[in-house]
């Protein structure tokens, strides 16, 4: 049971963080996205202009066409702490981004100036109790109007969801940070200190509309029906030059592969999934050898009594797979319980789909089955004359 836990959670882990890294993609009603050619991952792209929406308009074949803005930003609270959080700016009249789970608030609030949506799950890290409270980023205010839940990711900062205006606003700002210096009495040093004034959200500036020449992270294309994808993505490349279109799964298959291989994210999650296995087959092997060696004598009656060794074995293969079922019930059940406990408390997916959860029950059974091979060694040397022995 432990061995399969170990097994179901690193891989669940593994699954989760591959999830989270496109949860951002999968958000999105877009058939296709453009961004610039220098794309590394989601997240990691050099930005493009603003005109690149109203040019993908044009292209035949687009439906329609919005901008979508993630660029990193400094949160500060209340006690005057910072975090690093990931702005999503995207148009809350918009058809073709929305983030999901809404539980507080309305997405259309987001029109407000000013105003940001956050993950229940990272209330505490940014000092939030309850919506309606201001906090700041950059040098702007920021007042929380709802709250989603799941949206985070393993390998991005908190994500603060508001409007492509707001976003805008946010991304260009600045640090707010004076500094007041005075000469130290008695001495000719000068003591410079930083001064912080917060903003006051009720003076302060609307912001602009976005303009052509803002920019921005990526254009969110929806293609007409019956449109064919690859054919649209080279008249798009073509009609926007430095740029690069990605089809939806093509996005989630090229942030799924930057993190799994060119990190070491992946290969230290595999990793744990092997030496989960190796304890299974060692405790496993243990279990069954020691089982056997307390039976010694049975074992030897059997023999005794003409016995084939096929048959011993079976008996000893019959309990590897009784142990593989009796394990892997009650550990896929505590590790639901674990990954819905996870998601609830902290926003982090131990994903364990229907296809993982075979492909671990399979792996159970030959770890227990490979595990028999350790006592039926030790059943092949029993001597029946044992029987007889004092």
């Known amino acids: 049971m432990f061995a399969v836990s170990l097994v179901t959670i690193q891989t669940g882990i593994f699954n989760g963080f591959t999830r989270s890294t496109t949860q951002i993609i999968e958000h999105s009603q877009a058939d296709i996205w453009v961004t610039s050619e220098s794309i590394v991952h989601l997240e990691l792209s050099l930005p493009i202009p603003a005109s690149k929406v109203n040019d993908a308009q044009k292209v035949a074949g687009v439906a329609s066409a919005e901008p979508l803005i993630l660029r990193g930003a400094i949160w500060r609270n209340s006690l005057q702490d910072i975090v690093l959080v990931r702005i999503i700016g995207f148009e809350p009249n918009g058809e073709l981004f929305t983030p999901k789970n809404v539980t507080q608030g309305n997405v259309s609030d987001l029109a407000q100036p000013y105003t940001v949506m956050v993950d229940g799950t990272n209330l505490t890290t940014l000092n939030v109790s309850n919506i309606g409270e201001v906090e700041e980023i950059a040098t702007l205010p920021a007042r929380v109007v709802g709250l989603t839940q799941g949206n985070r990711s393993i390998v991005s900062n908190p994500f603060v969801f508001t409007s492509l205006a707001n976003a805008n606003a946010y991304a260009n700002s600045g640090q707010n940070a004076t500094l007041s210096c005075k000469l130290q009495a008695g001495s000719s040093d000068i003591q410079c200190t930083n001064v912080y004034t917060p903003p006051a959200f009720e003076t302060t500036a609307a912001p602009k509309p976005l303009a052509a020449s803002d920019l921005i992270t990526h254009v969110l294309i929806q293609a007409q029906p019956g449109e064919n994808l690859q054919v649209l993505k080279q008249r798009i490349e ?18 799924q592969q930057f993190w799994q ?19 299974g087959v060692v405790v496993v092997g243990q279990i069954l050898y020691s089982s056997v060696s307390d039976h010694l004598k049975e074992f030897g009656t059997l023999k005794a009594m003409g016995a084939s060794d ?9 309990q590897s797979l009784w142990m593989a079922i009796l394990g892997y019930v009650p550990s896929m059940i505590l590790c639901y319980g674990v990954g819905i406990w996870t998601m609830a408390t902290q926003g982090i997916m131990i994903l364990i789909t229907p296809v993982s959860a075979i492909a671990i029950f399979g792996v159970t059974v030959l770890m227990c089955v490979g595990s028999a091979a350790f006592a039926i060694q030790k059943v092949t040397r029993v001597d029946p004359a044992i029987v007889f022995k004092a």
Not at 238 to 255: D, V
Not at 310 to 318: F, N, Q, R, T
């Open 238 to 255: 073509a009609a926007l030059p430095n740029t690069r279109a990605f089809t939806q799964a093509e996005l989630i298959r090229h942030n």
């Open 310 to 318: 096929w048959k011993i074995y079976g008996v000893i293969v019959e």
């Open 261 to 279: 291989q060119r990190t070491g994210i992946g290969f230290l999650l595999g990793l744990s999934t092997v030496v989960g296995v190796i304890v």
